[in-house]
């Protein structure tokens, strides 16, 4: 099982860097695909407020890929990754409160709450999460990940999210009850997170203290000193 999903991940990978390489060659520009996602997230709520159902589950798909593909293309010309990473929240944001905003108009008093409920329990999931990344990185902080972790990480991440909002916009009486159990699963990871890196941040911040405590004698001095000497 774990062969076939190691050779699935790498023809996507194969897919992705040609599809890159192909937009590289109608110069497609990174902030230009990171445009059209966002306008696509953005779409989704006006068609959700028609009734069209299809094509607002169709526009979560095209920004999935679009966002997909602006990464790609900003590695594949060589730019450093830091406005793609300034920009990834942003247009996360933008999805969740697109369809979540759609979705309540599209059933007000039943897929409010739900959506509500959505929207509040991913902002905060994000923020801590990409909280923890900026600390880990400005302490150098060296995390290993296992297969339980990843598992979780996809779950509750982009592919998670995908799945759910594409159902969510297709179907979305099933969002009463897939949009508070998905925020539920989301709540319960943040409170391990919560939990395990706060530990974590511990243990490297005692590690520190215990390493900056230690004087270092200058060369030719003594690190013993004698009071009757």
């Given at each position: 099982?774990?062969?076939?999903?190691?050779?699935?991940?790498?023809?996507?990978?194969s897919i992705e860097a040609?599809?890159?390489?192909?937009?590289?060659?109608?110069?497609?520009?990174?902030?230009?695909?990171?445009?059209?996602?966002?306008?696509?997230?953005?779409?989704?709520?006006?068609?959700?407020?028609?009734?069209?159902?299809?094509?607002?589950?169709?526009?979560?798909?095209?920004?999935?890929?679009?966002?997909?593909?602006?990464?790609?293309?900003?590695?594949?010309?060589?730019?450093?990754?830091?406005?793609?990473?300034?920009?990834?929240?942003?247009?996360?944001?933008?999805?969740?409160l697109s369809v979540s905003?759609?979705?309540?108009?599209?059933?007000?008093?039943?897929?409010?709450?739900?959506?509500?409920?959505?929207?509040?329990?991913?902002?905060?999931?994000?923020?801590?999460?990409?909280?923890?990344?900026?600390?880990?990185?400005?302490?150098?902080?060296?995390?290993?990940?296992?297969?339980?972790?990843?598992?979780?990480?996809?779950a509750t991440g982009s592919?998670?999210?995908?799945?759910?909002?594409?159902?969510?916009?297709?179907?979305?009486?099933?969002?009463?009850?897939?949009?508070?159990?998905?925020?539920?699963?989301?709540?319960?990871?943040?409170?391990?997170?919560?939990?395990?890196?706060?530990?974590?941040?511990?243990?490297?911040?005692?590690?520190?203290?215990?390493?900056?405590?230690?004087?270092?004698?200058?060369?030719?001095?003594?690190?013993?000193?004698?009071?009757?000497?």
């Open positions: 099982m774990s062969h076939l999903i190691n050779h699935l991940r790498r023809s996507c990978h040609w599809t890159a390489y192909q937009l590289l060659t109608l110069r497609m520009s990174p902030a230009g695909l990171a445009l059209a996602a966002i306008i696509s997230a953005a779409a989704t709520l006006p068609l959700l407020y028609a009734h069209q159902t299809l094509l607002a589950a169709f526009f979560v798909m095209l920004y999935r890929l679009l966002s997909i593909f602006s990464g790609r293309v900003s590695k594949a010309m060589g730019h450093v990754d830091v406005r793609q990473r300034y920009l990834r929240p942003l247009m996360e944001i933008i999805l969740i905003g759609g979705l309540s108009l599209y059933q007000p008093e039943r897929l409010f709450l739900p959506s509500l409920a959505l929207v509040i329990v991913t902002l905060v999931f994000d923020f801590e999460r990409r909280l923890m990344a900026l600390l880990q990185e400005f302490q150098e902080v060296l995390v290993r990940t296992g297969r339980v972790e990843r598992l979780v990480g996809m592919v998670g999210r995908t799945i759910l909002l594409i159902a969510a916009c297709y179907q979305p009486a099933w969002f009463f009850w897939s949009g508070p159990g998905f925020a539920a699963v989301c709540l319960i990871v943040l409170i391990w997170h919560l939990i395990s890196n706060y530990r974590q941040l511990g243990m490297h911040s005692g590690d520190s203290r215990s390493v900056v405590g230690v004087e270092t004698p200058e060369p030719g001095t003594s690190s013993v000193t004698n009071p009757q000497g």
